[in-house]
């Protein structure tokens, strides 16, 4: 039986309201570009406009993306440009506090929407995937907790600060629909990418072969030791993990990875850096790295971050391969770190965390031992022993006028003709 299609998809749904939000970003750019003529490049800089370009790319990427029905893990970079502008607006010294808390959530829609289809749409996140499949609506949800803050900040404008009436409708009109429509974006995409044939809501029924994790194993948000249950991922080739790791290891619950990467300022990043560098030290045939040195070159050296990604995903790859887990993480690592530099350090944590708790069970290939076939001497039959003045020829021919005459048929002559001759 075929499942039902919806008549409208929700690609479509996301398409359009991409495109729309991509023409608002595109008279934004012309707008801003306007200002800047009028009041000079002191008010208005130049970056404004690059960042309003890139915004609109961004929007008409995802736009033909969704339209055109093409999965794919690009998605995620468009919307990992789009949170790197909502972080870019958070951490700006000239942002109000209740828009500083519209771009906290705003930056967190987009890094979770990113992170989602990473987890859906490959292999990178195993752990993640079916959390993604359950809380798919997430960050639409954020965005529609935006317009009710800027709803708030508009009500106490109008009787706190005397804002205007008219000043109040025309924002409040412009900022529900723009985020309404950005909240539209996310639910279709989010919708579309679990179920590519359903509506903006689709029916996730979860694997039924997909193990539970114990409630300790959830519970487990401490870096450096890992869940006691262990889990089993299809999506990464069936290991399975039994094991508790010792104190002290690199492992990290993806949760609090994560929050530490967006709110301690990049301090958890250096950190990470320092201990995964100590940790890929275990590689076979790759000689080892200072974890000093390297956090040194990485906080001071320009672009030498992007450099230490790639290395050390391909030492990861390396290490998780003579484990029997299959990874391939450098080059998605690589160009995610040009782009959206948060996303990398997720996809290598997570491995990490899969190596640590697989350590004890997953074993190098190993090719299957064949026993040698067995073969029993053939047996032959001695030849039969004929009677004295018995005549082969005189017998073949005795048959062959029972055949002329049809009283025997071929296939019962052709037999006596072999026992006959012993053939």
Known sequence: MQPKTSSVSSSLIGGI??????????KEVVDFSRY?????????????????????????????????????VLLSIGFGVIALNELRNLFSLYTSFSFRLIYLLRSAAFIMMALLLVALLTQALPTLRETAKKFWFVPAACLAVCIVFRFLAL???LFFVGSGFGFFI???????????????????????????NGGLFPGVQPRSAAPAISAAS?????????????????????????????????????????????????????????????Y??????????????????????????????????????????????????????LILAIFVGIIPPILMQDKINALETGAGDAQPYAAPQYAAPQYSAPQYTAPRQRTPGFDVADELKKYKDLLDC??????????????????
């Open 17 to 26: 309201a991409a495109a729309i939000t991509a023409l608002l970003s595109l």
């Open 36 to 72: 800047r003529l009028m009041y000079g490049p002191d008010v208005f800089p130049i970056t404004g406009i690059v960042w309003g370009i890139l915004l609109l790319a961004a929007y008409a990427f995802l736009a033909a993306m969704l339209l055109m029905k093409k999965q794919s």
């Open 155 to 157: 009500v106490w404008g």
């Open 170 to 196: 025309q924002q409040l009109f412009s900022n529900t629909i723009a985020y309404a429509l950005i909240a539209v974006v996310l639910l279709c995409t989010a919708a579309w990418t679990i179920d590519p």
């Open 218 to 278: 959830s519970a487990a948000d401490s870096c450096g030791t890992a869940p006691a249950g262990g889990y089993a991922s299809a999506a990464s080739g069936g290991y399975t993990a039994q094991n508790t790791v010792p104190a002290g290891s690199a492992y990290c619950s993806m949760v609090k990875h994560v929050l530490l990467l967006l709110f301690t300022f990049g301090i958890w990043y250096y950190i990470w850096i320092y201990r995964t560098t100590r």
């Open 280 to 333: 890929l030290n275990q590689v076979e045939d790759e000689p080892p790295r200072n974890p000093t040195t390297k956090l040194l070159l990485c906080m001071f050296v320009p672009f030498y971050a992007i450099y230490w990604i790639y290395k050390s995903a391909q030492r990861l790859d390396k290490l998780s391969i003579s484990r029997g887990i299959p990874s391939d993480l450098s080059t998605l690592c």
């Open 406 to 423: 049809g009283a025997i048929t071929q296939e019962e002559f052709d037999a006596k003709k072999k026992q006959l001759l012993d053939l």
